[in-house]
């Protein structure tokens, strides 16, 4: 068995070439570049395995040498020329497509229709919702609040009862018929505006503000129902969504929608290191400590051929007890990590991901220190 395995590190300009071979190397093993700069193929004792390259590497050796010691896991580094390299499939990735999101409020209209990816019953159907508005990144409202009570050279008091500047964290957010508000990982509306839609309560006591959202055809669950908004909080990875009645309907692999949430997270809260759990928790929840290790890479891996490269993120991780909610001493590990919520069937779905993505990594790479990795395929603009 052969198991090949590159990654384009974007920051240093480097091309990493992993191997795996089920027997040490020997004269018969060799690694060869074909002429076009794009494919890689390694030989031992009779097999042969090849992936195409993630990007064009210019002036590159046509062969690459073996380590003179025998060893069943190879090594490479080769430089990769120039600052717009040619990523292979692609133009080179730009800084704004780093943490691309799919289906905001500028590009949804009136005509814009929403339905149950599994099913296709029509969730939001063609003319129901006049406006789509993006809201403000996680945590706005505190951030607002704490600027505003500690806003320098002017006199204000720091009674939170009774103030009057229109919002705070507790504020409610005002929803009207008709206009949806859209965030990273859902679409916020209220029930009119909704069809084909059917509420399961939650039977745990902790979560008694919160009703799960079903399709009433297929029972899917779509999202859940907030209290705080009286809305009805519509998941982006069940649904599928055409923008015009000559659109087709599109929709996404829910671990694009998990990275994109991730990459969200790290910009809004400041740190890489987060503790993910059921936005429904309870002590006896399932979590998962989660590490951004790289947030963009360029990657190919022979146990799954592709021509393109895959854009991926990679993540550590690793199962962790549910300490939502459990007094903590604010050290410095606690101070630099992050929370993020996700609904149980989607917590269930990221580690299941994140467990498979293992795969493509060869053995030696599937850990760290005490952390297992993971890959989490990212949006692409050109392929959407």
Not at 255 to 265: E, H, R
């Amino acid at each position: 068995m052969i198991h090949l395995y590159t990654e384009h590190l974007k920051n240093i300009r480097t091309l990493s070439i992993q191997a795996y071979l089920s027997t040490p190397s020997n004269d018969t093993t060799k690694v060869s570049i074909d002429g076009s700069s794009s494919i890689l193929t390694l030989t031992h004792d009779g097999e042969s395995a090849s992936v195409h390259l993630p990007v064009t590497l210019h002036n590159a050796s046509a062969v690459l040498p073996i380590p003179k010691n025998p060893a069943k896991e190879l090594h490479f580094r080769v430089p990769v020329e120039g600052v717009g390299s040619q990523v292979n499939g692609n133009a080179s990735h730009s800084l704004e497509d780093a943490n691309f999101v799919p289906w905001t409020g500028d590009v949804l209209t009136d005509e814009t229709e929403i339905r149950c990816q599994c099913c296709a019953s029509v969730i939001i159907p063609r003319g129901r919702v006049t406006q789509w508005k993006d809201l403000p990144s996680d945590g706005w409202a505190e951030m607002m609040d704490f600027w505003h009570c500690h806003k320098p050279d002017e006199p204000h008091s720091h009674d939170h009862a009774h103030s009057s500047k229109g919002y705070a964290a507790g504020s409610q957010l005002a929803l009207q018929p008709g206009v949806g508000m859209v965030a990273v990982m859902s679409f916020l509306l209220t029930p009119q505006d909704c069809d084909n839609i059917e509420l399961l309560p939650q039977s745990d006591q902790a979560a008694e503000d919160y009703s799960t959202i079903c399709c009433a055809h297929c029972h899917t669950s779509l999202g859940q129902t907030r209290a705080s908004t009286q809305g009805y909080e519509l998941r982006k990875p069940q649904l599928s969504l055409s923008p015009s009645p000559d659109g087709p309907f599109a929709t996404y692999d829910r671990q694009q929608w998990f990275a994109c949430q991730l990459l969200n997270a790290v910009d809004t809260q400041g740190v890489r290191k987060f503790t993910a759990y059921e936005s429904t928790s309870s002590p006896e929840s399932p979590a998962l400590k989660l590490w951004l290790f790289a947030a963009d890479l360029d990657i190919t891996s022979s146990f799954k051929p592709t021509v393109q490269p895959i854009r991926v993120a990679k993540i550590l991780w690793q199962d962790c007890e549910n300490s939502i909610g459990a007094t903590e001493k604010l050290t410095g590990s606690v101070l630099s990590e992050g929370e993020i919520k996700f609904q149980a069937s989607e917590l269930a779905l990221l580690r299941h991901a994140l467990e498979e993505s293992g795969a493509l990594l060869p053995p030696a790479a599937r850990t760290f220190q005490r952390w297992k990795v993971g890959l989490l395929e990212k949006f692409v603009p050109a392929r959407i």
